[in-house]
């Protein structure tokens, strides 16, 4: 007997969401210029800005928060930290980092110089940035599958081996210092990477000596896709399978915001005991002493807790079917959402949403702010803003797909909320033939621009 899902915890304290009138809405993202990211947090009835360092902490973990040892050096906490990331990963060395990207920086300093290739499946955009700070070069191998959101994959976020064993062919060996797999991928759409592919990476990477490390902020994610999406795991749990992903790779980099279900926080974790202390030099400068290297104890304690409550299939099971829930919904109103849906989001296809209004006059934008105006709820566009202008000729990039990407934190909402959402979104669905014009921007500034851009109405 197969009983159905249903979250395995009940709610202990709640936050109170203040419900605010259209006219409210429509002063205050005029106020904001039409830039959701200016929006005050109380303005938002359902933030589906991003899954980063948004989701709930468990008791357990709140108890570890209070138990937090907040020694400079040697802390319990950071022992706690280093054995349960140890005895979920294999790996022998640990340095916590203030969050993901500064797992980048003090890894990529030791091992990225300039001119050298980084290949990998759709970098996460601070990961790239940190490649090419360092005037490294990502080079993008995924799979073309990936690149049309019409067809099915189970796993979209596969590295193409062809693309890979190119790089490796065409390249001197010592121009590439490392490999990164991103699971689940981010950019792909949330999209998992097999573990026949993390195998194969592996071989090939082993086969021209070059080292292969995990981009893990959604391994959890990942692992449970694998369980559900490869035959051969299905009856592995979750920890048997995310200890084999990590055996394939010589080490991790981790955004603990997202799957270590902790609002901050990030580490770097390790097989080999050489990268390890090249590491320790930057890790000191940037973050901190090794045993905290940005992070409280507190933080540590409740990262480790929340680690282990992360890679349990139950909760897994919660959290990606309460994102499928609203990607199915949807699908079923016919409302256009990038298919298959992925892990941690659903990414409404503005392209054929909103066709009406013209690409210059930003239709993903447009989109994301009628679904603020009409239901207080934020996402983010990830389109024509998102791209910014050619650095050369400084004309604005239109980018194939225009999408709004709605990213569900862990633990905090209902499916209720998600039936709010897709209703919200039908309703500005079966009215989108009158959306004919869209915005135009009045000051933006050279690069990133998404964060502090502003508009106005056309
Ligand atoms: C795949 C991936 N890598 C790295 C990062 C960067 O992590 P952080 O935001 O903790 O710096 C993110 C953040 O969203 C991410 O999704």
């Not at 239109?398 to 919200?424: C, G, Q, W």
């Amino acid at each position: 007997m197969k009983l159905p899902y249903a979250e395995p915890y009940k709610i202990k304290t709640v936050e109170k969401l203040y419900r605010s009138t259209l006219e409210e809405r429509e002063k205050w993202i005029k106020e904001a210029k039409y830039n959701l990211f200016k929006l005050k947090s109380y303005q938002v009835f359902i933030d589906l800005l991003t899954d980063s360092g948004t989701g709930a902490m468990s008791d357990e973990q709140w108890a570890e928060m209070m138990r937090g040892d907040e020694a400079y050096a040697g802390s319990r906490s950071f022992e706690l930290l280093y054995n349960t990331v140890k005895r979920l990963t294999g790996y022998e060395y640990l340095i916590p980092t203030h969050q993901g990207r500064g797992a980048e920086h003090v890894l990529f300093s030791v091992l990225v110089n300039e001119g050298d290739l980084v290949p990998g499946n759709m970098h996460f955009d601070t990961t790239k940035a940190h490649i090419e700070v360092r005037k490294g070069i990502p080079v993008d191998c995924t799979i073309d599958e990936a690149y049309d959101t019409s067809v099915y994959h189970p796993f979209k976020g596969n590295v193409d081996l062809n693309k890979l064993e190119k790089v490796f062919k065409e390249n001197p060996r010592e121009k590439i210092p490392l490999v990164l797999l991103t699971v689940t991928c981010n950019t792909a759409g949330g999209q998992p990477v097999s573990m026949e592919n993390i195998r194969q990476v592996s071989a090939l990477c082993k086969k021209y000596g070059i080292p292969l490390y995990f981009d893990a902020a959604r391994f959890a994610e990942n692992a449970y896709f694998i369980k559900k999406r490869e035959h051969a795991y299905k009856d592995k749990t979750i920890k048997e399978i995310v200890r084999e992903m990590f055996s394939y790779g010589d080490g991790m980099l981790m955004s603990a915001k997202k799957d270590g279900l902790v609002n901050i926080g990030g580490f770097i974790a390790l097989k080999d005991r050489e990268t390890y202390r090249k590491a320790i030099v930057p890790a000191i400068v940037y973050e901190g002493y090794l045993t905290y290297g940005g992070m409280a104890g507190r933080d540590m304690g409740a990262l480790a807790v929340g680690l282990d409550e992360a890679t349990e299939f139950d909760y897994l099971e919660s959290r990606i079917r309460q994102v499928h829930y609203l990607g199915l919904r949807l699908m079923e109103m016919e409302v256009p959402v990038q298919q298959p849906i992925g892990g941690h989001a659903i990414y409404l296809d503005a392209n054929r949403f909103v066709p009406t209004i013209p690409r210059e006059q930003f239709r993903a934008q447009s989109l994301a702010v009628e679904l603020y105006r009409v239901g207080g709820i934020r996402g983010v566009e990830i389109g024509a803003i998102m791209a910014d202008r050619d650095p050369v000729t400084r004309e604005n990039r239109f980018p194939k797909l225009e999408l709004v990407r709605l990213a569900i934190p862990r633990r905090v909402y209902t499916d209720n909320h998600m039936n709010y959402v897709a209703e919200v979104l039908k309703m500005i669905y079966d009215t989108r033939h009158e959306a004919k014009t869209g915005y135009r921007i009045v000051y933006e500034p050279p690069i990133l621009r998404h964060f502090s851009v502003e508009l106005e109405k056309i």
